[in-house]
């Protein structure tokens, strides 16, 4: 016999109570902890899928539709740029390099990007097997793509006009598969890569037949004459974190021509999808203060209910503290089993919901929750908890053991 | 041997006082105080448990003054010195009967054999009951329950607080019988304080308040 066993059977005597302060506390906890992993593996893999790039330059338009566009691969392009213009920009002694990307089609729903051989090292890309592209018409997987749908090396497919798998225009010229990517979980994954030529080649074939349609594609990449190639945007990354400050508002004064920094434009959106973040985690607080109302009152009432126990206690030869300490280790066994709880059903839950995500491509990767963020939120209920106690065991400091235990009234 | 000298009492927000007779008990000796409600008998009791402190006179037992005692020390002597029995609330509700006599021990840091407690239980007709819940216990039950938590941990003194008001006259006496004879047994002076005046004939002395 000791204090903790009397804790624990005062909490099997009353499961009801018990089973409800554990459930609020495990579900608040769930929802902070989980809200804090989910941002934090949203906002690396955002991280990881801006590659190296510091600044992208495309058409001007939107500079956060360039980045999702150019960057991310979620959304249409603005525009396309020259060519010429994009090789003189990639001259700066200040940028370490310059990838210029261009694209317009599809495969099955699949990017075709057309790019340069660094193109893949912004992404530390490495071939799984086959080759690079060497001419054009040759494409090289990404992993996901390969893997979803189930081509291989010597493979041909059929490029779609658009962005999107719509097949209401199919291109005739066929691209051949040369290589398959390794794994990056990043956006290369999904993407088909070949050269600029491809894409040149493709469309000033299209060109001749099909010349009414090209004007509803902005972003689309097209070829009219040698010296006036065009590309979608340049992906630039700085030797020296000096261009950050000078290249953008330099190459914003050029006509036609507007410079994003991802970085930033990432923070912004963040600055957005923060409100639901916030929201959630102001949710998941109250959840906490009303689980620690809930413990509070159970811990009170116990008090209250049972002052002859605790005065026979008392009468036992329990010092008051001890008792208080009957009272506190009721409050904290609920507070961490709730934890540890919590903290499973996050690892179980998450993961479930990943698995969901991830059924077509493998590309998020569940981040584990940051310490700081278990320490805070664990830091929270400890406080929650000493509070709750201390208010609890006020009735123990003032009770008068002789009233309770007499007949006399 | 137990010893009270000019006692007195006063509740702190109320003006009625108390002043008690001296008590003298010898080794194994019994006795019944005998009071109508709110003479203070209650009252005495606590002051010689130490649940009070009284305002002059002193309180011997086994030779040790308790109004002198720090409250930490009365804790002490209360868990190690004395077994208290109550008219009603006799066990902690939340713990088995087992587990009320373990608590008991735990807090008056008194060691017996594990054996010894089966001997009890045995003697108490509680060892069947030994693993149900305090509050599943019928009141007989309960009553026996408190005189064991009373006497498990070996007191010097048992001091009972209107322990068979609640019963009937059959069960009033078995209590009462039971509370002598473990009394006896242990070799402890035992204090009954009761209104009830079916257990006179129970005691040699009786001093009536």
Redesign the interface.
């Known amino acids: 016999?000791?204090i903790w066993?009397?804790s624990l059977?005062?909490i099997?005597?009353k499961p009801l109570y018990t089973f409800l302060s554990v459930f609020v506390l495990v579900l608040s906890i769930t929802l902070l902890l989980g809200i804090q992993q989910l941002k934090t593996s949203f906002e690396y893999q955002m991280e990881r899928n801006l590659g190296g790039i510091d600044m992208v330059v495309g058409a001007k338009g939107s500079p956060l539709q360039l980045v999702l566009a150019s960057v991310l691969h979620l959304d249409n392009p603005t525009g396309n740029i020259s060519y010429q213009e994009a090789l003189k920009i990639g001259k700066n002694p200040m940028i370490k390099s310059a990838v210029p990307i261009s694209y317009g089609d599809n495969y099955e729903g699949y990017r075709i990007v057309g790019t340069t051989a660094d193109f893949g090292s912004l992404y530390h890309a490495e071939l799984e097997q086959g080759s690079g592209v060497k001419k054009s018409m040759d494409v090289v997987l990404g992993n996901s793509v390969a893997q979803h749908l189930k081509l291989n090396i010597g493979d041909t497919i059929l490029s779609t006009h658009g962005l999107v798998d719509a097949t209401v225009e199919v291109h005739s010229d066929k691209l051949t598969i040369v290589g398959i990517l390794k794994p990056t979980k990043k956006v290369i994954d999904r993407l088909i890569i070949t050269n600029l030529q491809s894409v040149w080649d493709v469309h000033d074939h299209k060109e001749e037949h099909l010349e009414e349609s090209e004007e509803h594609h902005d972003g689309h990449a097209h070829e009219e004459h040698d010296d006036s190639k065009e590309i979608t945007s340049l992906l630039i990354t700085f030797r020296n974190p000096r261009g950050l400050v000078t290249l953008p508002r330099k190459i914003n004064k050029q006509v036609g021509l507007q410079a994003a920094l991802p970085k930033y434009e990432l923070d912004r959106l963040y600055a957005y999808t923060g409100v639901g973040f916030k929201t959630i985690t102001a949710v998941a607080y109250i959840i906490l203060i009303i689980s620690g109302i809930m413990i509070f009152t159970s811990l009170y009432k116990m008090v209250k209910e049972?002052a002859?126990?605790l005065a026979?206690?008392?009468?036992?030869?329990?010092?008051n503290f001890?008792l208080i300490k009957i009272v506190a280790y009721e409050g904290f066994t609920i507070a961490f089993t709730a934890f540890a709880l919590g903290f499973l059903f996050l690892k179980i839950g998450l993961k479930y919901v990943f698995k969901m995500m991830n059924a077509d491509d493998k590309l998020y990767m569940l981040q584990e929750l940051p310490y700081q963020d278990l320490l805070h939120t664990g830091g929270s209920i400890i406080i929650l908890t000493t509070v709750s106690v201390l208010l609890a065991i006020y009735p123990i400091l003032k009770m008068d053991?002789?009233t309770i235990?007499?007949?006399?009234k | 041997m137990i010893q009270t000298d000019h006692l007195t009492f006063q509740y702190k927000k109320k003006d009625t006082s108390f002043s008690f007779p001296d008590l003298t008990l010898k080794q194994n000796e019994n006795l019944l105080i005998l009071g109508k409600?709110?003479i203070?008998?209650?009252?005495l009791l606590?002051l010689i448990?130490g649940?009070?402190k009284p305002k002059h006179g002193t309180i011997r037992i086994d030779a040790i003054a308790i109004n002198t005692l720090s409250n930490?020390q009365l804790?002490?002597f209360?868990?190690?010195k004395?077994g208290?029995v109550?008219?009603k609330?006799h066990?902690?509700?939340?713990?088995s009967v087992l587990?009320n006599l373990?608590?008991?021990?735990?807090?008056?840091?008194h060691k017996i054999e594990p054996s010894a407690i089966d001997v009890l239980l045995k003697q108490l007709d509680l060892h069947k009951i030994q693993h149900h819940?305090a509050?599943q216990l019928s009141e007989g039950q309960l009553q026996r329950l408190g005189i064991a938590?009373a006497i498990i941990h070996e007191p010097s003194l048992i001091l009972a607080?209107?322990p068979t008001?609640n019963l009937d006259d059959e069960n009033c006496k078995i209590v009462i019988a039971l509370l002598i004879a473990q009394a006896k047994k242990t070799k402890v002076n035992l204090i009954v304080i009761t209104h009830d005046s079916r257990i006179k004939p129970f005691f040699q002395n009786v001093i009536t308040l």
């Open positions: 016999m000791n066993k009397i059977q005062n099997k005597s049972r002859f126990d026979l206690l008392r009468t036992y030869g329990a010092r001890q053991i002789a235990l007499s007949n006399e | 409600s709110g203070g008998k209650t009252t606590h448990a649940l009070l930490r804790d002490k209360r868990g190690e004395i208290l109550f008219q609330n066990a902690i509700s939340s713990l587990e373990q608590a008991r021990l735990y807090f008056s840091k819940k509050h938590s607080d209107e008001s």
